[in-house]
């Protein structure tokens, strides 16, 4: 056994930690420390990789376990936290099944974190949306209803989603077909620094700082939808 791949199988597991105390704090009715924790595994999710391919131990070990990580942290979690804003957790109850409709994104994540393990093809690109990608758009709302600005367009707007069980409900559909699909997305990974083949990589960073320099926390959806537009603009042109 190669005790150096301890340490990036050990950022993956903490990963993993994370994606279930978020379940257990939307258990508690705490849908912001849900979302932190949330933030926690994308950050472990970067740079597990990164560690492993620093000690050159990548294998495909840490690659299952990196999938069976993002499964809790960025399947599992985010529908707890749509199922939460849906009523689903409603201390009075509830007799709609449409507010466990959320749930089904887990299933959504796993099948699509499993046709990335097998498929050779998204190592310059991805097929259909990131599972943290889905991730960050479900812990933003609860950030957003919290600290962010409700006078705001984008605070009623947010407000108002939240408050619907069947927004919520499409949403997580919307969401979880868009996990699965073919669309071809930009892989945020340079090999190079060259502004010619990573122009739209880098039209989104910037675009993507402004809008949060301006909008905050609100702006995450939107830079979501930025993702999506570059996206297909970059992959039509090529």
């Not at 700082?209 to 090529?238: E, G, K, R, T």
């Amino acid at each position: 056994m190669n005790w150096k791949s301890l340490i990036p199988n050990g950022i993956t597991l903490s990963n993993l930690l994370c994606g279930v105390f978020s379940v257990y704090s939307v258990s508690q009715n705490s849908l912001i420390l849900a979302s932190v924790f949330i933030l926690a595994a994308a950050f472990l999710d970067f740079f597990d990789g990164f560690a492993a391919r620093a000690l050159k131990v990548s294998g495909p070990l840490g690659a299952q376990l990196d999938s069976l990580a993002d499964v809790i942290s960025f399947g599992v979690a985010p529908s707890f936290i749509a199922a939460h804003l849906a009523g689903a957790f409603n201390a009075e109850g509830t007799t709609s099944l449409l507010v466990y409709l959320p749930f089904i994104m887990a299933l959504f994540a796993a099948f699509r974190l499993a046709k990335f393990n097998i498929d050779t093809d998204q190592t310059e690109y991805f097929k259909g949306l990131p599972t943290p990608s889905n991730a960050l758009f479900w812990l933003s709302i609860p950030l957003i209803l919290e600290y962010g600005n409700p006078g705001s367009f984008a605070g009623k707007s947010i407000d108002a989603f939240s408050e619907s069980p069947l927004m919520i409900g499409l949403a997580s559909l919307l969401f979880g077909f868009l996990m699965i699909s073919k669309i071809p997305l930009l892989a945020l990974k340079f090999k190079s620094f060259g502004w010619r083949e990573n122009k739209w990589k880098y039209l989104l960073i910037i675009f993507g700082l402004a809008l949060l320099a301006l909008f905050q926390l609100a702006a995450i959806p939107i830079i979501l939808l930025l993702y999506l537009i570059f996206s297909s603009i970059h992959f039509y042109q090529n």
